[in-house]
């Protein structure tokens, strides 16, 4: 592929601003933040053999797929492997088995140059060009917002990078639960693994890393709607794109990627900008300004109803807020699956209909062998680890687009479409199931099964949050079906799926299960610990998270498609208003941005990428004592801290050095392992320890828990107070690191 300089010029001026520009706003964090760009460039330009067969039908052969490829193929074999028990969990086993799984895609290359088959994007340099740079300005947009506030301190941020932490020290997996001692980690661990692999891989510090991966889930987030859908509007308005019309792919993507991974939702407009208005034209007096989270706290919240609260968060929340929770790390590979369900969708569609005869036996195996198929199983499989919750819903969507194809494929014929589709369904749980057992065996279900809701949203509620993308998703399935039934002779639902084109029905399939999954937590819910005033909380949370970002893509899709294709001025007027409503709710980014990062147009507030720098500002008495723990124990001994209540700062010790204690944040080991007298024996348990006066009973209770060291700090000293034995403790063994200024202390102990 002969590309002359000049020809690139305009993106290699752009390559070297944004490189430079990255250096000035990162600082020293700049060469951890090239590394993991680098990688993910080298991984998928390695997986390109790979990627450009299942992408094939992308016109730039799936370049920005193949990243997100390479690691979750390179990561989840490395897991399997060190859950198996057959490697440690080392950088030379995530090296390793990269390096294999990287030679397995050079001989794969050098097969296809043998028999002409093309899986480089030949001739698109541009493109190609284009897209690293949108992905590299994406990812130091958000990696210089996060130095602005990079403290993992405050939410689930504790036992996000404690998890990683505790990975990092861990050779097997699951690792120790550092809220648990006794037991490993019972949670959907997958995303925080998939950060430490990368973190390995780089020989990075989780400290930076933390922040990394979430800002490299963000870049995700918006690239792969980008590319889905621009490559969508190119296949719908082929033959339509003379002129200025050419760009309007690349603006389809860059507005899916917006109201994917940036945008907010109608309640921002309302609340933060129809009302404060309308209430300063009347005279009205503002009691607060606008807070971002209330957007994903309405429902039950304004008006207040303490038997119904609920959350309704959405990728951009997310990503402001810091969190590196399952639901987040996975936005990366669900909007993989998608694409990769297109990129099968328009393959087995221009294949045209399946012959009538034909083998059995070949005809049987070419449907349960088919590429997509098989490798969307592995994923579906690999998210009941990553987040359970994207299994079952993706599923769905799998099955539905598998559906639709089946119905096309075989022309309307119930029996062979119900066999067929019947099998690749039960082909994709059999795989799914097996691929995860390492985990699902170890792992104890934290659900309590399914109920009748019993508590409805407001209409206008509903509306104000999802009306936007539910009006523009309707208003695209009227006008297609519109556009087919005109004129149509012989009506039945394969002669109109089969006039609709690819991306107009997987555009229609993605957006109604978006508007499925904003349905089913009014109908029912998944029972859990929080069924006492939160019941749909969690069940809300997770379905309409996915709803929001299928909604993202269908919207970035459809407003172009309509403004373009449809004849009919009122859909041409309504699209055009989505646009305007659905860019306003933009100025939500700029409003969280604001309010959680600060001034970040000044650069000299930029504070770094360093998690924990929250121990020397929240637990100066303590942050030197535990940074001592974090460079000086290997392996994982137990050292016990003060527990206490979740969302706290308690459990900053173990949280700061994946160090486990015998207890940590109350409500979540509730949640994780639902047997409430054993937390509160060792609640119990703990409290003797730090305040008996009983130098058997206390003994005994450090053998039981096998505790190595006792911490002892500002916490502990809040908690227990007067009733603090220090001489007792002091006396299970000797002093390993003393704080002559703060008090602060760690006994290393040698019981017999």
Known sequence: MKVKIREILPESVAAVVLIALSAWLLGGDVWTFWTWWLLALFMGMIAMPLTGRLFDGFEDKGWLFSKVLAIAITGFLTWFLVAVEILPFTFASCAGVSVFCGVICVILFHVQQKHGIECIPTGKMHLIFREELLFFGIFLLWTYLAGFRPQAYGTEKFM??????????????????????????????????????LTKLTGSRVEVTYNLMRTFVAAFAFVYPFSLVRQMTKDRLYGRMSGKKKYLPSLAGVTAGISVSIAGNVHYIVYRCVLPLIHKIQGVEESASYWFPDATRYIGYNPLNESDKTIHEFPSYSFVLGDLHAHVVNVMFVTFLVGLLYAWFKKVRNRGPEPEKQDLRDFWLRQLLMPHILLAAVLLGMFQWTNYWDFVIYFVVTGGVVLIANIIRFGGKITRILSV???????????????????????????????????????????????????????????ILVEKLRGMKHKSLYRLLEAVTVPDLFAVIMGLCAIGLIIIPELVYVRDIYENGNARANTMFKLTYQAYILFGMTMGYGIYRMLVVSRQKIVKVLSGIGLFVLIWTVGYFGNAVHSWFGEVWNPSKYQGLNATTFLETDF???????????????????????????????????????????????????????????????????????????????????????????????QEKEKYGTDLNDSLLQSLGSIAYVDVTSGTYIVKVSVQ
């Open 160 to 197: 996000d990078y404690g998890f990683m932490e505790a990975m990092m020290r861990s050779k097997t997996l699951p690792a120790r639960d550092l809220w648990y001692s006794q037991g490993t980690i019972n949670y959907y661990y997958g995303g925080q693994y998939f950060a430490v692999f």
């Open 421 to 479: 589709t019947v099998l690749q369904a039960a082909e994709i749980i059999v795989i799914s199931y097996l691929v995860i057992l390492p985990f699902t065996l170890k792992f104890e279900t934290m659900v309590q099964g399914v109920a009748l809701a019993q508590h409805h949203s407001l209409w206008y509620q509903l509306l104000i949050l999802w009306g936007l993308p539910v009006v523009l998703t309707v208003l695209l399935i009227v006008s």
């Open 620 to 714: 100066p008495q303590d942050a030197a004592a535990i940074r001592w723990l974090k460079q000086n124990i290997e392996g994982s001994p137990v050292v016990l801290e003060a527990n206490g209540d979740s969302y706290s700062g308690y459990e900053r010790v173990s949280a700061s050095t994946g160090l486990p204690t015998v207890l940590g944040w109350y409500v979540h080991e509730w949640l994780w392992r639902n047997d409430v007298p054993d937390l509160n024996q060792k609640s119990a348990d703990i409290q003797t320890i730090y305040t008996s006066g009983d130098v058997e009973t206390v003994k005994s209770l450090v053998k039981k828990y096998d505790i190595s060291y006792i911490f002892v700090g500002g």
